[in-house]
């Protein structure tokens, strides 16, 4: 019984060291399939260590009858662990940032102005553009990265034992989730914290 215990904890061991790196792929938000990157960061001779992931998805704004897709991308660190060959993460629900793309917000707000120009409205008369766009883009953020914070929340709640079958190759990383079946990675050299937004 020792010798079978033994057996798995170094497996899980060699599942753990193979994950160091990064890892990109999809995974789906609302029936929506989405770009993710993970990272992770393994205890030395351990089945634990850190976690960084990164999703790539769109808010939707509607004004006059018209529905703009707004871009934007969550971070999430956390940790992590392997046992029996599951992949359990456990997200650090205080370290959700959200950015969205300032480019997108740009147009969208201006879109809104000229349409509001049009339309003889004046909810916006002598205000500043660039403090609407700058105000607009925190608020933006601060929304989104509230509903993350929840939807996260809800995550390490709903996922009990974690992900199963994990495997780790060389250059590929797959696991299978309970609503979405098998889920593959690819390595990539990509460091998620020369973009990350937290300090640890």
């Known amino acids: 019984m020792a010798f079978v215990f033994t057996a798995c904890e170094d497996k899980d061991v060699t599942l753990t060291k193979g994950l160091v790196g990064t890892w990109v792929g999809t995974t789906m938000v609302d029936e ?31 004004e006059y009858g018209i529905t703009y897709a707004i871009p934007y991308n969550v971070y999430v660190g956390g940790k992590f662990r392997v046992k029996d060959a599951y992949l359990k993460i456990i997200y650090d629900t205080t370290s ?61 709640n709903d996922e009990a034992d974690g992900f199963s079958d994990l495997q780790v190759g060389e250059e590929t990383m797959s696991y299978h989730s309970s609503d979405l079946g098998k889920i593959d990675f690819k390595r990539s050299p990509k460091n998620l914290f020369e973009e990350y937004p937290l300090e640890d």
């Open 96 to 156: 959700v940032e959200v950015i969205a793309d300032t480019t997108a917000i740009r147009d969208y707000v201006m879109t809104v102005l000229e349409y509001d120009r049009e339309q003889g409205e004046q909810r916006y008369v002598g205000q500043d553009v660039e403090e609407l766009i700058h105000n607009y883009t925190l608020g933006t953020n601060a929304e989104l990265a509230e509903l993350w914070t929840l939807i996260y929340k809800d995550s390490n």
């Open 32 to 62: 929506d399939e989405t770009d993710m990157v993970c990272q992770f960061f393994a205890d030395e001779g351990a089945t634990t260590g850190k976690y960084v992931e990164t999703l790539s998805y769109f808010d939707e704004e509607e």
